[in-house]
């Protein structure tokens, strides 16, 4: 097939990517709406529900650069394929389990895996995209994380009430399984310049040795995924707990929240590709993020009814700057050096996001819901001043 031909089919492509990540996101991200179930009907600690839910993050961020590394040498079709097939495995055998701890180290294997979509599948799109149309394409790629939470928190909360954990964790083993399949019989891997004509123009030179500009967007990065985090992994608990919802109710918010922010990183992506820039807008939504968090611990303090109003602003907007650094990283980093990039990438935004769970669990639970989402908004604020001034 001729790379014409195959250039026509980058969008199909795309989809494909989308539903990896939007599989991964199930398990890496959904994890968190079992943290009611566990709490109530296990009678596990907040902090131990937060802990559990943290575990598909912790053990990705293990294997994020090391993905990556496989993508860069190999493709990225091998990457998604194998990435996913260890995750529903995984994810299988957990539903199987009754012990907190081998449950523990189960997520923390399917999260290993799962991980795999977060390089890979953006090595594609800057792969198959010119530049003037990734903006709006690593957006759409970027909807799937949202997407994903908002399939698991329409889904999983249900299957947990009515049929418990096990039946919950089918969800996402399911998913993970056709994603396998589904990215081994259509991934395409991108064409990029052999390793002479790289070696030429200095694409196989580290990114990390010719400036700081990577670094910083990491750093960004790692700032912005704190509230991001806060919002994803209490939300449920914050209105089933803080404003009386019910299962039902509040899972359908969260949906909401998670399909108005995936539509968000797409308009975002399409905004970059328009003023020709990744880190003008990402100054910009990092401030609107660090309003937002203020914004919701000012509501939910006053107990005003716009407090769930202002949830789903603070979801959107924290949702929404993902796709901008991604496009960013794999532009800066190149063909040869991308899925590494992003595999740090990555690994700075997993090492944090796992930590979320229990400190904030552990925050809240001491002081309250108010002041751990106005901590969390220091973390976007201090972001403004990390992003490079320039692409």
Known sequence: MSVLTIGNRRWLILALGVFAQTAQATVVNGAAFLIPTWHDDAGYTLAQSGTLAAAPLFGGMFTLVAWGALADRFGERLALSTGMAITATAVTAATFTTSPAALGVLLACAGAGAVSANAASGRVVVGWFPIHQRGLAMGIRQMSVPLGVAASALVIPQLAREHGTAWALAFPAIVCGVA??????????????????????????????TGAELTRIHVASILLVIPQYVVWTYALVWLIADRGWDETGAGLVITAAQILGALARVVVG?????????????????????????????????????????????SVASSSPNGLAFTAVAEIAGPYWGGRALGVQNTGQFVFAAAV???????????????????????????????????
């Not at 905004?271 to 990744?278: A, H, L, Q």
């Not at 904030?360 to 001043?385: C, D, E, K, N």
């Open 270 to 314: 399409a905004w970059s590709d328009r003023v020709g820039s990744r880190l003008g807008p990402l100054r910009i939504v990092s401030a609107i993020t660090a309003v937002s968090m203020l914004a919701l611990a000012a509501t939910s303090l006053a107990d005003s009814p716009a407090a769930v109003a202002v949830l789903l602003l603070a």
């Open 180 to 209: 396998a399949v589904a990215c081994a019989v259509g991934i395409v891997d991108p064409p990029r310049p052999d390793r002479a004509e790289a070696a030429r123009t200095g694409a196989l030179t580290n990114p990390y040795r």
């Open 357 to 391: 769970g229990p400190v904030f669990g552990a925050l809240i639970a001491t002081v309250g819901f108010p002041l751990a989402f106005t901590l969390s908004a220091i973390a976007p604020a201090a972001a403004i001043l990390v992003v490079p001034k320039r692409d």
